[in-house]
Each structure stands twice: as C-alpha cells, then as structure tokens.
C-alpha cells in the first residue's frame, strides 16, 4: 500500500510539472487592472491561471469570472500591459516548493527572492497555495503554553502554541512595534511574516530593525501598497504556505501577518472585478468566506507534527471595532488583543486595553491561583477607569471606600509595571515581575 502511494504521489506530482496542453484565447477587453479573454471558457476552472502573451514575454493573472462568452482575468501586475487581440493561454497552477534555506530570504506574493541574494533553493515537493486545512478531528490539541516575552501579554492574554490571536488597532497605535516584539519571542523554531500593503519604506525597517537577530529564523513575503490587488490577497497565502511546510516539518512556527485587513480591502478588489455586488460597507460576500478560509489553515496540524502560531493584525478603519471584516475575524480567532489609541496618548506601550483583550485558550495557561488574582487585578482596574470622571471632579475621598482606595493605590502601578519598550529586554516571568513591582513601593492607604 506505501508502494501504490508513493507512486500515485509521483504521478501527480510529475503531472504538476508538465506543460499543459497549449490552449488558448483572444484578449476581447481591457481594464485597468482585469481583461476579458475569449474562446478559453471551455478549458479553465476559477482559481485558474492564464498568461498573456507579449512578444515572448508572459505576464500571468486569474480566472476570477467565467461566462459562455467568455473568461475575466484579474492580472498579478499593476496594470494591463496588453491589449484587445492579443494571445492568452491556460498557464501551470501557481506551486511552491518550499525549502529550509529559505531562513533568511525575502521573497515576493509569487515565492520569487527580492532581496537580491541570489535564486532560492527548492524544495523536492510542490505545495498548493490554496492548500485545505487539516481534518478537524485529526489535529492536536492547543494546550502548550509560550512566553511572548511581552509582559502585558504573557500576564493578561497568554497564549499556547497553535492558538491564533488578532492584533486590533487604529493606525499609529503601535501595532508594528507590538508585532516587532512578538517576531522576537523565544521558543519557536521558525518565523514566516507576510507584510501586506506595507510603505515600501517600512519593509527595511521591519527585517533591519525589528527582527534583528532573528532574521537569520525569518521568511518574510513581502506584497507593498503600489503592487496590484491580486499580489497582495496572495501573499498571506504565500507566507501560509511557506508556514504549513515547516509545520509538517515538526517544526513550531510563528506566523505574522501585518495586515489581514489588507488581504480583504485586497480580496474586495478582486470579487468587485468579478462582478460580484457589494454587501456590507463595499465588502462583497465572497471576502467573508475568504477570511475564514485563510485563518483556518493556521493552527495546530496533525497529531504528532508542529504547529502554526498565527498572529493577524487586524487595521479598525477609524477605530471602529464593530467594522465588518474586524467583526469577521474576531469570531474567527483564539483571541484578540485590542490596542487602545486613549492609552497610547497616556505614553503608555504596548497600547494593550486589557479589558477587552481575551485569550480564549488562557485557562491552558493560568494555574488556578495564577487565574483568580489576574481577574481580581482585572476587576481593579476596571474600577479605577469607570471612576475617572469622578477623581477628577474631586468627588473621591481616599478612606470613603477601601475596594476604591486598593484600585487608586495599585492600579497605576500595574500600568507601570506592564510598560515595556522595543528595546527592553523580553519578559522572563511576568507573575514574578509585577510581584516584585507592586512590592517595592507599597501604595499609600
């Protein structure tokens, strides 16, 4: 039975490889990012890739619609560079070939090296970029703790390798750095960042100054904001797929991409071309279904294998947390860590709003003694922010209310405490650092 397997992988694997037969179409219509091909809808499937033929030079895109008279291609280049009569043909399925010595390199939506390294080593089995997830019932449990090394994660929101969490947070409210200092966190064997829709300018500074050291540990799939929409709804597949390899691999990967609203202002595009209405805020049915998709491929994988630690920075469009795609992903996810601008104007980071951040594979982490003081810590907290209005009228007397005067005392120093710059070094004990916080400078009564 290993015999007749292994040579059935072969057989589609050699048929992966194979030119296939040269079918082709004529360019009917030009747009400014899609074209209409006809003559072809006989022969291609959605998801298809279909090349144009320009002198001898090909310039590939995806069959995003098909009709009796017709096939709409949504080109991976920024613009049409073709034209009404030109030559189209059915082209190879995008596949990658991932390898080991990928650690290091920066490549592009498409798995081509763009850090002028040199060509990349493949690997000796092609992977789909629109790979299923594992089986339900055939993947591990997520139950084993990590250290971030951020304190304020690793105390309120903890996490377990597998688990998927989202970052969300208006623009400059330090989601970058907070991403910077998770891509530093120990114990994980391999990290794959996608940056979707960055500044150009961002790109160096992320993988010179973020990742550091572990850059040596990092495959970084890089799609900027002036690259076409369907370069950029690939790359967090592209990094996705880079990630289930080392994952199958045993290895515990660390999957970062920045950012997931990204893919879907992306995956709008690209359905709008296909003609599909718009349902929600300009968002067409099918992105909904798309995210899902996406976000279920990371995880754990099969029992016995790694597992792919996602982290999703999800950009709330004017801070509005109840936007569509942010609401989506929310019900998605493991968790969600909500940076608040409020607290990033106090000068306090990472901008964490413990809150309304929730890990919902915690309790894997919390002993029970180490859960009841987060929830009274939790419970003070939120006491001290609902009386602000009432402190700063002058309308508190310290010894009126010792539950009030215990949250006056302490909280502030739990926000000190939780403060941890880029630079500073990575949490070893965050229980035992705020202990030894709080300590030290008994509050006055």
Request: glycine share 10%; with cysteine; net charge neutral.
């Amino acid at each position: 039975m290993d015999a007749l397997e292994r040579l059935q992988r072969e057989v589609l694997e050699a048929d992966l490889h194979l030119d296939p037969v040269r079918v082709g179409g004529v360019v009917t219509e030009v747009g400014p990012s899609a074209y209409r091909v006809a003559g072809l809808s006989r022969y291609l499937k959605l998801g298809d890739v279909v090349a144009l033929d320009l002198d001898g030079r090909s310039a590939p895109g995806e069959v995003v619609k098909i009709d009796i008279s017709g096939v709409t291609v949504k080109s991976f280049n920024a613009r049409v560079e073709g034209g009404v009569g030109n030559l189209a043909f059915r082209a190879r399925p995008l596949l990658l070939k991932p390898h080991h010595s990928w650690k290091g390199r920066v490549v592009n939506a498409l798995g081509a090296p763009v850090d002028g390294l040199g060509p990349l080593i493949e690997g000796s089995h092609s992977q789909p970029i629109d790979a299923e997830p594992p089986p339900a019932m055939r993947r591990q449990r997520v139950q084993k703790p990590i250290r971030t090394g951020v304190r304020v994660i690793d105390f309120f929101t903890p996490l377990c390798a597998g688990q998927r969490v989202g970052i969300f947070a208006g623009s400059g409210v330090g989601k970058s750095t907070l991403l910077a200092m998770l891509a530093g966190s120990p114990g994980f064997d391999s990290v794959v960042i996608a940056l979707v829709g960055e500044r150009g300018r961002e790109v160096r500074e992320f993988l010179d100054e973020a990742l550091g050291e572990n850059r040596k540990l990092a495959i970084t799939v890089v799609s900027t904001g002036d690259e076409s929409a369907m370069m950029r709804r690939l790359a967090p597949k592209t990094a996705m797929t880079i990630a289930e390899f080392l994952r199958d691999q045993g290895e515990s990967v660390l999957l970062i991409v920045d950012s997931i609203t990204r893919f879907a202002h992306a995956a709008r595009d690209v359905a709008l071309a296909a003609g599909e209405p718009a349902v929600a805020r300009g968002y067409a049915p099918s992105v909904f279904s798309e995210l899902p998709k996406l976000l279920e491929r990371a995880g754990p994988g099969v029992i016995g294998g790694g597992a792919i630690t996602g982290v999703f920075s999800v950009l709330v469009d004017g801070d509005d947390h109840n936007d569509p795609v942010a609401d989506n992903i929310r019900g998605t996810l493991d968790g969600h860590i909500v940076l608040d601008r409020a607290i990033a104007d106090q000068g306090r980071y990472p901008a964490v709003n413990v809150l309304t951040s929730v890990s919902r594979l915690a309790h894997h982490v919390w002993t029970k003694e180490q859960r009841a003081l987060v929830m009274k810590l939790r419970a003070m907290i939120a006491r001290f922010e609902s009386s602000r209005d009432l402190r700063l009228m002058g309308g508190y007397q310290a010894g009126s209310d010792p539950l009030m005067d215990q949250a006056v005392g302490f909280t502030p120093k739990i926000h000190e405490a939780m403060n941890q710059a880029r630079d500073d070094p990575p949490s070893q004990d965050a229980f035992r650092e705020l202990a030894n916080a709080l300590q030290s400078d008994k509050p006055a009564a």
